[in-house]
């Protein structure tokens, strides 16, 4: 079992819609969460992280943290063009030291 | 934008050649990591640091090498590059329990 897990999608959505993208990882002892987006040919770039259960929303986004179920989402409204992008999620360990990201999914908002 | 540094950007090297990529982080992070990136893979993290000469391996470290001897600066050496190693490579550094920020990126082709 991988420690971070995405579907690759791509996650096709309309513009204008939500687009949800989730993350499951396996060290229960996990204690901080990560989104980043990569577009093609770019370096990740952070969107949001979130520490504790339970929403954060930081404009458009808005982060879902569930620990208990080892689960980790993210929302984004009012999806532009401009969204489409590889989103990434990261998993720091326990003790605060590795920083391990899932897979990616593709998203294409589609005009 | 973090300062982080990678050189070199893009190298090309022959098969059984040693190959040496710096990162160098201008920000006093004491988290330094190196990744590989390459298509339906995500981010693999090779090793990592968090504090200088202390480093880890990750999930994919057979082959490669890592030293930092000072703060400012994360080395990963290839002893002996392979086809298999052909691959993007990000270097991403980044303050205690908080998130990692990325250089541009290593294209390196090994033929």
């Known amino acids: 079992q991988k420690e971070v897990e995405q579907n690759s999608g791509p996650l096709s959505v309309p513009e204008g819609a939500i687009a949800s993208l989730n993350c499951t990882y396996s060290d229960r002892g996990s204690q901080s969460f990560f989104w980043y987006r990569q577009y093609s040919g770019k370096s990740p770039e952070l969107i949001m992280f979130i520490y504790s259960n339970g929403d954060k929303e930081d404009g458009r986004f808005t982060a879902q943290l569930n620990k208990a179920s080892q689960y980790v989402s993210l929302l984004i409204r009012d999806s532009q063009p401009s969204d489409s992008a590889t989103y990434l999620c990261a998993v720091k360990d326990g003790a605060g030291n590795k920083l391990t990201f899932g897979g990616g999914t593709r998203v294409l908002v589609k005009p | 934008d973090a300062g982080i540094t990678q050189s070199p950007r893009h190298k090309v090297t022959e098969t059984g050649t040693p190959v040496t990529l710096r990162c160098h982080q201008t920000?006093?992070?004491?988290?330094m990591y190196w990744y590989r990136q390459d298509p339906g893979h995500g981010l693999r993290l090779i090793h990592y640091s968090y504090g200088v000469k202390d480093t880890d391996k990750g999930e994919v470290s057979d082959g490669y090498s890592v030293s930092r001897s000072k703060t400012e600066d994360f080395l990963l050496t290839l002893e002996s590059a392979t086809s298999s190693q052909t691959s993007v490579y990000f270097c991403?550094?980044?303050?205690?329990?908080?998130?990692?920020?990325f250089g541009q990126g290593t294209r390196l082709t090994v033929v």
């Open positions: 991403a550094s980044g303050p205690l329990n908080t998130e990692a920020f």
């Open positions: 920000e006093n992070h004491r988290y």
